[in-house]
Structure formats: structure tokens, C-alpha cells
Antibody, heavy 125, light 107 residues
Framework: EVQLVESGGGLVQPGGSLRLSCAVTGFTFNNYWMSWVRQAPGKGLEWVANIKEDGSEKYYVDSVKGRFTISRDNAKNSLHLQMNSLRAEDTGTYYC??????????????????WGQGTTVTVSS | SYELTQPPSVSVSPGQTARITCSGDALAKQYAYWYQQKPGQAPVLVIYKDSERPSGIPERISGSSSGTTVTLTISGVQAEDEADYYCQSVGSSDTYVFGAGTKVTVL
């Protein structure tokens, strides 16, 4: 069964740090880019970052550049999001999602077709 | 900045057709993707590449594109279709962008 399971959320003070993880099972992890998407309470979806299948390219939404770092461990089928200098506006549910699929010589985006259940981050004093 | 514009809400009676639009300049060159999200649940991809349906998505859900506007159509709306729907596309510098979402209410 294809499954993404996030962990690492919690309550943190403004300016603090948190590391989110996403454990992947059921598909060949290193054939896919992966994304993090967040959702503030009662608000819409916001794409946060994604990472190439080998970790060599990373992209971020402007609001988290310089504060968040996406990474992956293909040996452990895991995705991570290191969040530093957290702000109240970073509060929300963070989802990991499967992204671009890699086949020999080509990349295809069929949408973010598999999502985890989310982990909640609360930034508050 | 690159934006996708959706109506905040759409109301429809059971059995009728709901249409949700999403507009943005880059949609003329980039595909759109649609996600359905029910309260307390993770989003689910319902349309990719403007009009393709992933396996398991009912045929009453369809997508279309014209110029800078894409449309998600739900025909024969059922109570289970009540949800928030988000369009998504590729923005500048290989980043992704979502629309603000449309709440579909089944009357």
C-alpha cells in the first residue's frame, strides 16, 4: 500500500525550530520528487518546498526561503523539513506529497497524487 | 507574483452541475491540477493536466481548459461532493501555486 506518514509536529515558540519527517512506503521513493504543502487553520493550501529525486535540486516558496530546508534520505525512504526561525504565520498542518515521477531520461508531473495525513505545527508563546 | 483566482463558494442542488473556475495568466502555458479536500482530511487529486482523471475518481468529475481559465465540472452532484476544491499550477522558477480554494455546498 502506498503510504506517507508525517511526524514531528508540535508546539514551538516563535524563533524556535522543528524538524518534520515523512516516512514513505509502497513505492520506489527515489523515482519521485517530493513536496511539502501546508495549510493554516481555516485557510487554503500553500505549497512550501519540493526536492528532486536525488536531492540535488530544491525549490521553496519565497516566505520560507532561508528559514526552511527540505532534505531526503533515500536509503531510509524518508523526507524531512527543517524549520528554523519559526513565526506565528508558519502555524498549520504540514503535508508531504508525492510529486514529479522520474523515468529514464524524462520527468513527468501528474499532480501531487499521494498525500500523508498531515502533522500539526503550532508556533506560539 | 503568479496567482490563481477561484470563486470562494459555489452552491448547487443535488443532481445539478457545479462548475468551478480557476483563472491565471500562466494557465495559457501550464497545466492545471485540481484537488478535493473534505473537512479534517488530506487533499485528494481529482484532475491532472487540465482534464485527466486519476483512477478511482468518478466520471462525473471532469476538467477543461480555455485560454487562461480552467474549469472543474461536477455533473450530477451528490452530497459526498461537498468539499473544498483547489486548483494548482506551476508558477515562476519551477514553484507551485494553489488557488485560494472554492467551497462547494450541496443544498
Amino acid at each position: 500500500e502506498v503510504q506517507l506518514v508525517e511526524s514531528g509536529g508540535g508546539l514551538v515558540q516563535p524563533g524556535g525550530s522543528l524538524r518534520l519527517s515523512c516516512a514513505v512506503t509502497g513505492f520506489t521513493f527515489n523515482n519521485y520528487w517530493m513536496s511539502w504543502v501546508r495549510q493554516a487553520p481555516g485557510k487554503g493550501l500553500e505549497w512550501v518546498a519540493n526536492i528532486k529525486e536525488d536531492g540535488s535540486e530544491k525549490y521553496y516558496v519565497d516566505s520560507v526561503k532561508g528559514r526552511f530546508t527540505i532534505s531526503r534520505d533515500n536509503a531510509k525512504n524518508s523526507l524531512h523539513l527543517q524549520m528554523n526561525s519559526l513565526r506565528a504565520e508558519d502555524t498549520g498542518t504540514y503535508y508531504c506529497a508525492r510529486d514529479i515521477v522520474v523515468v529514464p531520461g524524462a520527468y513527468y508531473f501528474y499532480g501531487m497524487d499521494v498525500w500523508g495525513q498531515g502533522t500539526t505545527v503550532t508556533v506560539s508563546s | 507574483s503568479y496567482e490563481l483566482t477561484q470563486p470562494p463558494s459555489v452552491s448547487v442542488s443535488p443532481g445539478q452541475t457545479a462548475r468551478i473556475t480557476c483563472s491565471g495568466d500562466a494557465l495559457a502555458k501550464q497545466y492545471a491540477y485540481w484537488y478535493q479536500q473534505k473537512p479534517g482530511q488530506a487533499p485528494v487529486l481529482v484532475i491532472y493536466k487540465d482534464s485527466e482523471r486519476p483512477s478511482g475518481i468518478p466520471e462525473r468529475i471532469s476538467g477543461s481548459s480555455s485560454g487562461t481559465t480552467v474549469t472543474l465540472t461536477i455533473s450530477g452532484v451528490q452530497a459526498e461532493d461537498e468539499a473544498d476544491y483547489y486548483c494548482q499550477s506551476v508558477g515562476s522558477s519551477d514553484t507551485y501555486v494553489f488557488g485560494a480554494g472554492t467551497k462547494v455546498t450541496v443544498l
